[in-house]
T-cell receptor
Framework: QKEVEQNSGPLSVPEGAIASLNCTYS??????FFWYRQYSGKSPELIMS????GDKEDGRFTAQLNKASQYVSLLIRDSQPSDSATYLC????????????FGRGTSLIVHP | DVKVTQSSRYLVKRTGEKVFLECVQD?????MFWYRQDPGLGLRLIYF???????EKGDIPEGYSVSREKKERFSLILESASTNQTSMYLC???????????FGAGTRLSVL
């Protein structure tokens, strides 16, 4: 059973701070890692993907992957109230059935 | 831009009714998925399809069936709706050999 674990939160940070969201996974064969953002009442949308160890930056977002520790994280710099949402971590094994395993999500609240 | 369209945003049905949820994608994706999302339980895969007329059970297929007669359309059928099927239903599609999923807006189904 492949598992993806996230702290459900809520994680509360002040506006302008760095929000750090974490995710661990059980399948060592995992090769593709994704972060989705889901606003309340809306559907998930992809914000980051990462496939190799290290950091990947896109604007205010940085995804970090450590396969040895089976750990992936998302950093949001200069957090804004509009970043308040649930962030879903998803993990997949490339070459498999192309079905990612989703974590249950971490709720982020950015307060002014 | 990938567009995944679900036919209804909100639906109210009676116990025992047969319910059809429709999903259409416009990017010629092979893979399509149906999930339900409930508070605290995250995304749970109901069924998926990797080709026309092909379908595979996900984690919670009981009480549901699917139909994929055309590549762009994937339908979820509740044969006899029950109150425990009240949920948010999300359709997703993904391109071949990719794990990235594109979600529709979701259908919030209430079974009374």
């Amino acid at each position: 059973q492949k598992e993806v674990e996230q702290n459900s939160g809520p994680l509360s940070v002040p506006e302008g701070a760095i929000a750090s969201l974490n995710c661990t996974y059980s399948d060592r064969g995992s090769q593709s890692f994704f972060w989705y953002r889901q606003y309340s009442g809306k559907s998930p949308e992809l914000i980051m993907s990462i496939y190799s160890n290290g950091d990947k930056e896109d604007g205010r977002f940085t995804a970090q992957l450590n396969k040895a520790s089976q750990y992936v994280s998302l950093l949001i710099r200069d957090s804004q109230p509009s970043d308040s949402a649930t962030y879903l971590c998803a993990v997949a094994t490339s070459g498999g059935s192309y079905i990612p395993t989703f974590g249950r999500g971490t709720s982020l609240i950015v307060h002014p | 831009d990938v567009k995944v369209t679900q036919s209804s945003r909100y639906l109210v049905k009676r116990t025992g009714e047969k319910v059809f949820l429709e999903c259409v994608q416009d990017m010629d994706h092979e893979n399509m998925f149906w999930y339900r999302q409930d508070p605290g339980l995250g995304l749970r895969l109901i069924y998926f399809s990797y080709d026309v007329k092909m379908k595979e059970k996900g984690d919670i297929p009981e009480g549901y069936s699917v139909s994929r007669e055309k590549k762009e359309r994937f339908s979820l059928i509740l044969e006899s709706a029950s109150t425990n099927q009240t949920s948010m239903y999300l359709c997703a599609s993904s391109p071949p050999a990719k794990n990235i999923q594109y979600f529709g807006a979701g259908t919030r189904l209430s079974v009374l």
